[in-house]
């Protein structure tokens, strides 16, 4: 499976078949990270983990403690495609990471960079 970044009118295909999106939360200084993985059903989101909390950012029920990060498992349906803003005013946008390479994505102000299965027709 491959994963399709559009972002800036420009597309790139990643062969990845999971994928690491990580950032920090732009008021609260904190760290998050979610692992996704890429298929025929769509984008599914498979742990999180966040370091710390704050304001409206309280880690879930069943979240467990581990080196400093709160770690769950979310309950979501697989998605067909994962929209990023791109406000270019948190200082910094997300870091995706594959077992390949890593890409800073949405760090200027522009428009919203999607992240979805190439090939979808969701």
Same mark, same amino acid.
């Given at each position: %499976?491959? !994963?399709?970044?559009?972002?800036?009118?420009?597309?790139? =295909? !990643?062969?990845?078949?999971?994928? =690491?999106?990580?950032?920090?939360?732009?008021?609260?200084?904190?760290?998050?990270?979610?692992?996704?993985?890429?298929g025929a059903e769509g984008l599914s989101l498979v742990e999180a983990r966040v370091q710390?909390?704050?304001?409206? %950012?309280? @880690?879930?029920?069943?979240?467990?403690?581990?080196?400093?990060?709160?770690?769950?498992?979310p309950t979501i349906d697989a998605l067909p495609r994962l929209v990023l803003a791109a406000?270019?005013? =948190?200082?910094?946008?997300?870091?995706?990471?594959?077992?390949?390479?890593? !890409?800073?994505?949405?760090?200027?102000?522009?428009? @919203?960079?999607? !992240?979805?299965?190439?090939?979808?027709?969701?």
């Open positions: %499976m491959s !994963l399709c970044v559009l972002a800036g009118g420009k597309a790139l =295909t !990643l062969a990845a078949a999971a994928f =690491t999106l990580s950032w920090t939360h732009s008021v609260e200084k904190t760290a998050w990270q979610e692992d996704w993985t890429v710390g909390s704050g304001a409206g %950012m309280e @880690p879930p029920e069943g979240s467990v403690l581990e080196d400093g990060w709160w770690v769950y498992v406000s270019g005013a =948190t200082g910094q946008g997300w870091t995706l990471c594959t077992d390949e390479r890593c !890409l800073e994505l949405g760090s200027k102000a522009g428009e @919203p960079v999607t !992240l979805e299965p190439c090939g979808s027709d969701h």
